[in-house]
């Protein structure tokens, strides 16, 4: 079949197809898609076809040979890195706004919603009036609020960087523990990766403050512009959350940008008996925060927060073009007098606070997620993600075979296997994680804490629960041991 079209097809039957090999691939009695490999290797490395099949064969395509073979990631074992499935609401979202309002940036009740539902993030996460837009990852995130800090410090010495570039060294202040897209991002901000000076931190992964006041007084003296300090409100390895209110203090006091990397654990401030950890929050001048993550939304979803959208405005502008109509000309009129016709926008052009020209509506994801579950839903996931890392931590402490490198606050609990005849514990582990992996069942990450390697289970998931816990550790004590007699 190759007449073009054939690939209108009835949306309602195809979808189901789809989605019962969804609803089957998320029971995870599949192998995983390393093992079936050659398998699916041989019907989908083919030439570039020149006739079509028809979309009836594609869906079943998607249905036999590729959902099945797709990634661990949705399992609820899987409690690696920072990512996760997303939930069905997010998949509903996601899949209608694809079809019924494709861009984010006209007058559609998908696109009402885009700024409808970073307010309702902003008022979730205590944020006060900060006003946000959406990107795709956390890695973007960053680099847009880093564009709105070298707009900051820049202005401030009488240079527009985005029209001239910069014309002085400068400097970001981060942590040793800061995720490495901060470097990226000051190398494509023009900055230098090695403009970013790391803190030293305490062996609670915490950026210690007298560090950072050093390195500050340092660069002060010899003439170098400081531009950002950048904070996590937890981090990648271990969930730490660096004090935010000292860190923000000194940012004001320099008239610094301060910005904070919230990606994983600003949804950690749900939970009340750690709120307090978040304190600090109101001296940002820009925060990030990734629904991909701890909120459930399908990989694609972060925001970027800011007190003042016109330094990303002045950061990111497009030259104007009269293919856009002067759509972001209509920012400066009110949305009352030139919306005549959904093809108009809402007069915020999202456009020109970040990276992106066409980008899907986001806001769909959260608002959907949100309207799910409301805030009680997603506080109870993040309390319940938290308690069980608590009773790793508890569990790992008290064990003879086990010890605790990392007690986080949040969702992470960096522990391993130990027995005083294990000459070499990073690499016992090592073995232990890649026998762990290979079972399919349980599948942390490892990582180091102060230079020991570690297991580290990171629960952000909807479909986490206690269940993976105790499966978790009953499995490393099982292998664990297994090892153990294995080398005695
Ligand atoms: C603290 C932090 N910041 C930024 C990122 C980058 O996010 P993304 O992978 O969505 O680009 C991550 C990813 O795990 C992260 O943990």
Same mark, same amino acid.
């Given at each position: 079949?190759?007449?073009?079209?054939?690939?209108?097809?009835?949306?309602?039957?195809?979808?189901?197809?789809?989605?019962?090999?969804?609803?089957?691939?998320?029971?995870?009695?599949?192998?995983?898609?390393?093992?079936?490999?050659?398998? =699916?290797?041989?019907?989908?490395?083919?030439?570039?076809?020149?006739?079509?099949?028809?979309?009836?064969?594609?869906?079943?395509?998607?249905?036999?040979?590729?959902?099945?073979?797709?990634?661990?990631?949705?399992?609820?074992?899987?409690?690696?890195?920072?990512?996760?499935?997303?939930?069905?609401?997010?998949?509903?979202?996601?899949?209608?706004?694809?079809?019924?309002?494709?861009?984010?940036?006209?007058?559609?009740?998908?696109?009402?919603?885009?700024?409808?539902?970073?307010? =309702?993030?902003?008022?979730?996460?205590?944020?006060?009036?900060?006003?946000?837009?959406?990107?795709?990852?956390?890695?973007?995130?960053?680099?847009?609020?880093?564009?709105?800090?070298?707009?900051?410090?820049?202005?401030?010495?009488?240079?527009?960087?985005?029209?001239?570039?910069?014309?002085?060294?400068?400097?970001?202040?981060?942590?040793?523990?800061?995720?490495?897209?901060?470097?990226?991002?000051?190398?494509?901000?023009?900055?230098?990766?090695?403009?970013?000076?790391?803190?030293?931190?305490?062996?609670?992964?915490?950026?210690?403050?007298?560090?950072?006041?050093?390195?500050?007084?340092?660069?002060?003296?010899?003439?170098?512009?400081?531009?950002?300090?950048?904070?996590?409100?937890?981090?990648?390895?271990?969930?730490?959350?660096?004090?935010?209110?000292?860190?923000?203090?000194?940012?004001?006091?320099?008239?610094? =940008?301060?910005?904070?990397?919230?990606?994983?654990?600003?949804?950690?401030?749900?939970?009340?008996?750690?709120?307090?950890?978040?304190?600090?929050?109101?001296?940002?001048?820009?925060?990030?925060?990734?629904?991909?993550?701890?909120?459930?939304?399908?990989?694609?979803?972060?925001?970027?927060?800011?007190?003042?959208?016109?330094?990303?405005?002045?950061?990111?502008?497009?030259?104007?073009?009269?293919?856009?109509?002067?759509?972001?000309?209509?920012?400066?009129?009110?949305?009352?007098?030139?919306?005549?016709?959904?093809?108009?926008?809402?007069?915020?052009?999202?456009?020109?606070?970040?990276?992106?020209?066409?980008?899907?509506?986001?806001?769909?994801?959260? =608002?959907?997620?949100?309207?799910?579950?409301?805030?009680?839903?997603?506080?109870?996931?993040?309390?319940?993600?938290?308690?069980?890392?608590?009773?790793?931590?508890?569990?790992?402490?008290?064990?003879?075979?086990?010890?605790?490198?990392?007690?986080?606050?949040?969702?992470?609990?960096?522990?391993?296997?130990?027995?005083?005849?294990?000459?070499?514990?990073?690499?016992?582990?090592?073995?232990?994680?890649?026998?762990?992996?290979?079972?399919?069942?349980?599948?942390?990450?490892?990582?180091?804490?102060?230079?020991?390697?570690?297991?580290?289970?990171?629960?952000?998931?909807?479909?986490?629960?206690?269940?993976?816990?105790?499966?978790?550790?009953?499995?490393?004590?099982?292998?664990?041991?297994?090892?153990?007699?294995?080398?005695?």
């Amino acid at each position: 079949m190759n007449n073009e079209l054939a690939e209108q097809g009835n949306i309602q039957s195809l979808l189901s197809k789809i989605g019962e090999g969804l609803d089957q691939f998320l029971k995870f009695d599949h192998p995983d898609a390393h093992l079936t490999k050659d398998q =699916w290797m041989a019907t989908l490395n083919i030439p570039l076809p020149t006739q079509g099949l028809g979309i009836e064969a594609v869906t079943d395509e998607l249905v036999t040979t590729i959902i099945p073979n797709g990634s661990p990631v949705a399992n609820p074992g899987f409690s690696s890195f920072i990512t996760t499935g997303s939930t069905t609401a997010s998949t509903l979202a996601t899949t209608a706004a694809s079809i019924a309002s494709p861009q984010r940036y006209m007058g559609t009740a998908f696109n009402f919603i885009e700024e409808l539902s970073l307010d =309702w993030m902003a008022s979730l996460f205590n944020l006060g009036s900060m006003k946000g837009v959406y990107s795709s990852g956390g890695s973007v995130a960053n680099l847009i609020a880093l564009g709105g800090a070298r707009q900051h410090a820049f202005e401030q010495v009488g240079i527009d960087p985005s029209a001239f570039g910069i014309d002085r060294p400068c400097r970001i202040y981060a942590s040793s523990e800061c995720h490495h897209t901060i470097q990226r991002s000051a190398g494509v901000l023009g900055l230098g990766r090695n403009s970013v000076k790391l803190i030293d931190c305490d062996s609670q992964g915490r950026m210690k403050v007298t560090a950072l006041q050093s390195a500050l007084d340092e660069d002060l003296k010899a003439g170098i512009l400081p531009m950002a300090i950048v904070a996590n409100a937890g981090t990648t390895n271990t969930g730490a959350i660096d004090p935010l209110a000292e860190l923000g203090q000194i940012a004001q006091q320099h008239n610094i =940008w301060f910005h904070v990397d919230g990606a994983y654990g600003l949804p950690g401030i749900l939970d009340k008996r750690i709120t307090h950890l978040y304190e600090g929050l109101a001296l940002a001048d820009s925060v990030i925060v990734d629904p991909h993550k701890w909120l459930g939304a399908s990989v694609g979803v972060a925001a970027t927060f800011v007190k003042d959208r016109d330094y990303l405005l002045r950061a990111f502008t497009q030259e104007p073009a009269d293919y856009l109509e002067g759509s972001a000309s209509q920012a400066d009129e009110s949305p009352a007098t030139h919306i005549e016709h959904s093809l108009d926008d809402f007069g915020i052009p999202y456009f020109d606070f970040g990276v992106e020209l066409s980008a899907p509506c986001r806001g769909i994801v959260v =608002w959907a997620m949100i309207r799910e579950i409301g805030v009680e839903g997603l506080t109870s996931r993040v309390v319940r993600h938290n308690d069980m890392a608590t009773f790793i931590t508890k569990f790992a402490t008290n064990h003879p075979n086990l010890e605790v490198l990392s007690t986080s606050h949040l969702s992470i609990c960096c522990f391993r296997y130990h027995h005083e005849s294990i000459t070499d514990l990073d690499k016992f582990n090592q073995r232990l994680h890649r026998r762990l992996v290979r079972e399919n069942v349980y599948m942390p990450s490892t990582t180091k804490v102060n230079g020991m390697l570690t297991l580290r289970p990171c629960y952000i998931g909807a479909r986490h629960n206690q269940t993976q816990v105790d499966g978790l550790l009953a499995a490393v004590l099982r292998i664990g041991e297994g090892l153990l007699a294995e080398s005695i």
